[in-house]
């Protein structure tokens, strides 16, 4: 069955970096566009970035310039380098696809930024 699985969450300082992972199975990774979704405490959950299986990538105006998604195809994972983050980056990240008929989710992995 399609598995997402995300890692690379914690907790930082303004200003710092992080390193999502999202490890894949279960559905053929290559052909298919990867997301990056978040939800905040108490906001609904907005995408972040996606990218397709030709490597194009797409991201919302608030993390344009200061994040990254990039992807292995052999390793059926996406990521997302997170640049100069704000208190405001606080939430739940999430990977998504949809393969198939359906959408799929991971767990999410939490990114806390506070000084």
């Known amino acids: 069955q399609v598995q997402l699985v995300e890692s690379g969450g914690g907790l930082v300082q303004p200003g710092e970096s992080l390193r999502l992972s999202c490890a894949t199975s279960?559905?053929?990774?290559?052909?298919?566009?990867m997301y990056w979704y978040r939800q905040a405490p108490g906001k609904t959950r907005e995408l972040v970035a996606k990218?397709?299986?030709?490597?194009?990538?797409d991201y919302s105006n608030i993390v344009k310039g200061r994040f990254t998604i990039s992807r292995d195809n052999a390793k059926s994972t996406v990521y997302l380098q997170m640049n100069s983050l704000k208190v405001e980056d606080t939430a739940v990240y999430y990977c998504?696809?949809?393969?198939?008929?359906?959408?799929?989710w991971g767990q999410g992995t939490q990114v806390t930024v506070s000084s």
């Open positions: 279960g559905f053929q990774f290559p052909v298919n566009t």
């Open positions: 998504n696809v949809f393969a198939g008929e359906d959408f799929y």
């Open positions: 990218i397709t299986p030709g490597g194009t990538s």
